[in-house]
């Protein structure tokens, strides 16, 4: 077991395609409604360009809510800085026009559909070789079989991973927003709704220098409004949709300052999509 | 079932409209029918009613249903800026997954003033638009003589004469040529009779098309002719005292003679400006369950909802405007018994297997609502609550007098 990625998603500038648009916007690829959905025109190959306004660093994707693409699907990344221009045109390198290029992987992160029937791609960068603090990201599915690519939501940053992972006592759950009641005469009342999973864990021994650095920044920053994404365990595993979540944190958001050598926090999150 | 809702705004800085479309659901199934986007930001729905019964009969006026809702106001970054005051609202109801032509649109109306806008939610509300049953009923004169009458009348309203309605006095539009004008939304069927001090005179001499024939024609003196077209009577010399008519009204409608409940409140919405707002389902309806002939004459200004509502309450019908604005009207059906019982485990009235019936029970139960669970819809709660004694009412009919004349205006 590989310890838990979180991942502060980074503000996307525009979202770009070359393949056409059968349903919403481009632009619905980076809000948090998994209902307000992008749709490419069926086909082979779907492809969707990030602008992150200015070279960042990113060594993780995820690309939620998905729908469309057959088993088979695949999927690489491709970066150009700045300098290198969104043309995407010469080819692998590192001149104008020019661009890294990840290999082609399964579109899919795991193999078990998740329950609400969205699919789940998640791309981590090589840990030698990898992109350089880029602009332009691309992503490249093919294999679509002449199927359409849907998505809901792409989370692109550099991932957090704690030193000391979180510890058992893990909770797993689901908030059902339907309501559930009975008449004095043990009728049932009933009201359906949408049902959203929810993710407790506790990272009972961070060390100060990493919750100095980057958890606090990251709980400053995110708040109990703004979505994260995290990865429980990031190794392959059919189940490796299951073990991705993208959502606000909720409940405290503090650190405690447990023993003297390490302190207390935990992510507490709804699953949006 | 899922709630859409589009609300036409403007944006008074772009000067422009804006369109905002809202969903109480977020899934993909829903946010994007019809080829727009749907923004998941229902935060409360609204309760769609009507409430036009008031219980004691008085002629209070016609509601239209209102309503408001609460939504979240992040998917539009401008919208506190936005002006929603008359905004038109509509509103359908589906389930995910259906397409949007199975979609049901449940309203459409108006928003009715700029929303309250807290902790990035706006709460709105907003009505049936049915500002149309306000407005002025009767056309005015012009004052420029002629079939406008005198300059003194400028301003005044014109009469409306729908049915048979007797002893009406009509506005003298013509003093020279002694014209009086009986009915102005279009023509008439007939006169009559016409009075003088309520002397009849012999039947009418003659027809004529317009206004202008008709005060080109010689007319014996102590006789009388018609315009029918232009809902005028003249006779041939002024009349010695009060005058009035008994004519059979307004004719200009899609119904013709209008004569029954619904069609007397079809002509009045129509010369309302309600074109196309109009269930006329519902006056159908309402001519075969009340086929009795009414009459109708105004010649003081009114509106259409005034009498709308008193022709409604005097056939014991209710008016009312849907939500999706269509005026209508529906005959106050017989008591009908709704049964509710409490199961077999708490009897209630003496240990028997208790029945509770409504009103006076005539005809057999509409609806059994079963406390026990064992049949649809659920019931949450039972309980009695206090009621006033039944209203009751005393229905009288009358052939009316419109013109009532005093002793002196009767010639002996």
New interface residues.
Partial sequence: MANAWLLKPLTISAVNSPTSTA???LS?LA?D?????W?SATGTTATIEFDMGANVTIDTIMLL?I?GPPTGAQMKIQAATSAQGNAFSGGVGSGVNQYWESTTGNLYAGSIVPSSGKRKALWSAPSSGGPSASRYWRIVVSSLANNYL?A?RAVLGARFVPQRNFGFSGAFGVRDFGKT?F???????RRRA?KLRTLSLTFSNAYRDEVEATVSQLLETLGGTDPIGIVIDPSSNAQLENRMYFGPLTGELGMIWRTAVSWEWRAQIVDLI | MDVLVQIDAWDPVASAAVTLYA?S????????LNGV?W??AIARLPTLGYDFFGGDFDSSKIQAPASGLTMAIE?WPNFPRYIFANAAFQLWTGNAGDAWGSWTQRFSGRVSAQPQISDGIAELTFGVDARWLDAPLLPTYAGTGGAEGLAAQKGQAKPLAIGAPRFIAGVMVDQVNVVFQLNSAGPIQDVEVAFDQLTRFPASVGDYPSYALLVAASIPAGYFATSKAAGMARHGAPLAGQQCYHVQGDNGGPDGWARLPGEVIRRIAQLSGGTGKINDASLDALDAARPWQLSLYADQQTTARDLVQRIAVSVNAVAGVTWMGQLFAAAVPKPQPVNIYY?TT?PIYGGTNAMFNGPAVIGGSQLTLQ???SDLP????VDQVPIDAPFWRLALSAERTWTVHSPSEVQT
């Fill in positions: 349903l919403g916007a619905n809000n409604y998994s209902g307000v959905i749709r809510g729908s849907q809901a009641d008449s004095n005469r043990a009728v049932l009342l949408k | 969903s659901i977020d899934d993909d199934r829903v946010c994007h986007t923004w998941p998917p199961g708490r406390a026990d669970g659920p019931i949450a709660d």
